[in-house]
Antibody, heavy 121, light 110 residues
Framework: QVQLVQSGAEVKKPGASVVVSCKAS????????INWVRQASGQGLEWMGW????????GYAPKFQGRVSITWNTSTSTVYLELGSLKSEDSAVYYC??????????????WGQGTLVTVSS | QSALSQPASVSGSPGQSITISCTGT?????????VSWYQQHPGKAPQLIIY???NRPSGVSYRFSGSKSGDTASLTISGLQAEDEADYYC??????????FGGGTKLTVL
């Protein structure tokens, strides 16, 4: 069965960077995009970016341009989200989500369990 | 880019129907049929309930339906049930090839 298993909770200081991983299993890794979405406590969902493993492309929300990076390792079916220059406002649960194949829209059919990132001095 | 506009909350009694709106611009909702809706229960990951404006994924109840007119997409839930109480989010493809969520709507089943 399809699973997205994310790394554990992180506590970081302002100005630091964090890397969250998302290990995919149960499907052909290169057949689906992975997107990252975050949610601050009590707040709404916020889209951060996507990766397209077939052509090695990525895209990021304008808000995060310059301090976010999505990378991956096809051999381990793992996607990584790195967010730098952390601020307290970056404290949130970070989710990875798989996009359905052969669609152009934001159709995410499987989600990771979420990773809590806390930014605090 | 601001989030798509959704009402903060809606409510309805069991058996009734409710509609949640999601308003954007011609650069997102109005320009594409790539609008999806997600349901999120407290402490859980979101679940896809509508894609490409009006399509339901396998396993999603027929009580959920979607539509779009101009720059506004809508989610309708008919025959409200207690288990429908959750937060609902729309998300749209945008001209800049980014994606943008709505602010979310809390549905209360009275």
């Amino acid at each position: 069965q399809v699973q997205l298993v994310q790394s554990g909770a992180e506590v970081k200081k302002p100005g630091a960077s964090v890397v969250v991983s998302c290990k995919a299993s149960g499907y052909t890794f290169t057949g689906h995009d992975i997107n990252w979405v975050r949610q601050a406590s009590g707040q709404g969902l916020e889209w951060m970016g996507w990766m397209h493993p077939n052509d090695d492309s990525t895209g990021y929300a304008p808000k995060f341009q310059g301090r976010v990076s999505i990378t991956w390792n096809t051999s381990t079916s793992t996607v990584y989200l790195e967010l730098g220059s952390l601020k307290s406002e970056d404290s949130a649960v970070y989710y990875c989500a798989r996009k359905r194949a052969y669609t152009y829209g934001p159709d995410f059919d499987y989600w990771g369990q979420g990773t809590l990132v806390t930014v605090s001095s | 880019q601001s989030a798509l506009s959704q009402p903060a909350s809606v409510s309805g009694s069991p058996g009734q129907s409710i509609t949640i709106s999601c308003t954007g611009t011609s650069s997102d909702v109005g320009g594409y049929r790539f609008v999806s809706w997600y349901q999120q229960h407290p402490g859980k990951a979101p679940q896809l309930i509508i894609y490409e404006v009006s399509n339901r994924p396998s396993g999603v109840s027929y009580r959920f339906s979607g539509s779009k007119s101009g720059d506004t997409a809508s989610l309708t839930i008919s025959g409200l049930q207690a288990e429908d109480e959750a937060d609902y989010y729309c998300i749209s493809y945008t001209r800049s090839t980014a994606l943008i969520f709505g602010g979310g709507t809390k549905l209360t089943v009275l």
